[in-house]
Each structure stands twice: as C-alpha cells, then as structure tokens.
C-alpha cells in the first residue's frame, strides 16, 4: 500500500476556467482555520476520491471542494476566507477641467 | 473534458446483472481519498455513539474485539463507478453495538479520525446491514482502506462507509455530512443509481 499522494494547487486551474475566467494559479487565498495567506497553487489537491479536495498546506483544513456531476458542479469555498487575484491597473479618469 | 478526473477509470457502463445501473467491474481494491490517511494507534482509538440526549456509549479497541465477531461477505459500490463483488470482512455489527442505546432518533452521523463525516437514517445501520469493519480478507485493514476500522454499508454508496470511523452521532434531524454538503445524494442508494441530489 501506498500512502496517498496529492497534487499542487496548480491542477485546479484548468478545472476552475469551467466556472471561472480567473486564472486561479496567480491568485493567493486565506485559510479560514488557520489564517495562513498564500497562493492557491500551493493548496495540497487529493483527486482519488468523488470530487476535488483542496487543503492548506500548512493546517490541512479543508479550503475548496469541486464535485462535477455530468451535468452540473458544485464550488464550496467556505474554507477561503478571501481570494485575492491580479487585476489590471484601474484607469485613473482625467479630472474635470 | 471534465473538471473533476475520476479516481480511477474502467469499462464503461457494464451489462451484467449483478452491478448496479453504471457500475463497473473490478478485481482491485481502489483507494480513494479525501485527504491525509490518519495513524491512529489501538491504544488510544475508541468508538463512541452518542445519542440525543447527550449520553455517550465507548468502545476501546479491546472491548470491540470483545464483542461478538461477525464475518459478511458483500458486494461493494464506489459512486465513482467501480464495484467490486463478494468482498470479506469482519466486524462488530451495529445492531450489537446499538443494543442497549437509548434513543429515539432517525438518523445518524458517522465521523471519522481526520474529520470526515457521512449521513445515514439511522434504520440503514440495523438489521444486519452494517458493521464496524476492522478485517478485510482475512487481515488487519490497512490505514488506506480506513483502518483500524472503518463502518461498512455495503447497500449504499461507499462514501457512506466511513473510513477511519470514531463514532455515530444519533440526531433527530439529518445532518448531510462531508460529500453530502457539496453534492452528493442524501441517501445513496448504487441500486436507484442516486449519486448526486435530485438523483
């Protein structure tokens, strides 16, 4: 027996493009247990099971779970407490004269 | 392609009577995890049903090899399609362990070492249809399989055979539990093919 493996927090990404266009890879998330802030491609991904369990690095708490049905998904996210994702610079509007 | 890529992948949908509608057959034991495979030593595991009102019924390891032993053999259902047929375990049914519980509640929340948890009517663990599982084909069951012992309900989906199990909360009202909140069918019955709500 083997012990189980998980993948990095980067295999979620072409999954999320599914739901979201962020390119979740770039984007850092906090840990709702433990407070930890980092990039979710850090998040440790177990992928031998009925759906997709990210968990965070440092405390192992529960962070993300994606259940894909043929004809549906569902996004839990109640372990994030925030995701934060690179934006383009806002353009500043020219003041008024 | 999908978003999520199944633990394991086989035949497709097979004809044979004795598999469930969109199971497949297979000879190996597939692992499947949620998360780290806890460690937990025989000297400190213990079972513990709790019922409504509080009161707590444990079980050390010892005192559940006291018990009297049974020995199913079962055919088992994995919601991520594969069956495996006429497997052999050993393990103290629930109906013995429930024997003397006072209680009046409907359903049942089985937890685990590592904090994984699944929802079953409380009926669904009598009359002979669920054990806590320590052996599988004739040995000790492996961390991966969920030992030191695991519940075993083979007429529902294997998600609600908890792996690593530490005791049952009986409650009044149904709590889904791990993959039951993030889509799962509240019952998971392989027959009625009920794997996702609304199934």
Known sequence: MTEMSYLDGNMLDGPMRELFTVDLSTAMGRCENCGMTGSMASLHVYSHA??????????????????RAPDRAWLDMRGVTYLQVPMPMEQTLPEPL | MGIVSPGFSGRPRSQ???L???????????????????????????????AENGTEYRWSWQELMALPQETPMVDIHCVTHWSKLGTTWQGVSLDTLLDGVDT???????????????????DDLRGGRAWVAHTFDGAPLPAEHGGPARLLVPHLYFWKSAKWVRGIRLKTMDEPGFWETAGYHDYGDPWREQRYQGD
Request: aromatic share 10%; charged share 15%.
């Open chain 2, 20 to 50: 469930p509608p969109g199971q497949y057959l297979t000879e190996d034991f597939p692992v499947l995890s949620a998360g780290p495979t806890p460690r937990v030593s025989l000297d400190t595991w213990e079972f513990v049903i709790s």
């Open chain 2, 104 to 122: 009046g509640a409907h359903f049942a929340l089985a937890h685990s070492y590592g904090g994984y948890t699944t929802n079953l009517p409380l």
């Open chain 2, 16 to 18: 044979e009577p004795a």
């Open chain 1, 50 to 67: 009925p759906g997709l369990v990210a968990r965070c690095p440092s405390c192992e708490s529960v962070m993300v779970r994606l259940v």
